[in-house]
Nanobody, 125 residues
């Protein structure tokens, strides 16, 4: 499956952004779709994941209660709604997908075989 992430931009602290990860080539059925981010000078970190079929979601502690990931059936895409944004959320955000990944690996970038290009999110203070 080919992925495309979009929706990034510049926002003030406390604001909101909505990222989308669209699939082409096939549907997200039976996939786990995850969001990772990479801040300048830092490694890539897990943000959130959703199991498409069951809609079960998983979040990093740093975004729990502020970010929500969900599926958009009509658009065959996954949404990351980001609220109450903080300057430390500034990063390039990537979506990734895998059909063969176990729950214990959801937070590990090495578990994902399909990646979209990043979309940049900048939160000003």
């Amino acid at each position: 499956v080919q992925l495309q992430a979009f929706g990034g931009g510049l926002v003030q602290a406390g604001g909101s952004l909505r990222l989308s990860c669209a699939a082409s080539g096939r549907t997200f059925s039976n996939y786990v779709v995850a969001w990772f981010r990479q801040a300048p000078g830092k490694g890539r970190e897990f943000v959130a994941a959703i199991r498409w079929n069951s809609r079960h979601t998983y979040y990093a502690d740093s975004v729990k209660g502020r970010f929500t990931t969900s599926r958009d059936n009509a658009e065959n895409s996954v949404i990351l709604q980001m609220n109450s944004l903080k300057p430390e959320d500034t990063a390039v955000y990537y979506c990734a997908a895998s059909r063969n990944i176990i729950v214990s690996s959801y937070r590990n970038e090495n578990g994902y075989s399909n990646w979209g290009q990043g979309t940049e999110v900048t939160v000003s203070s």
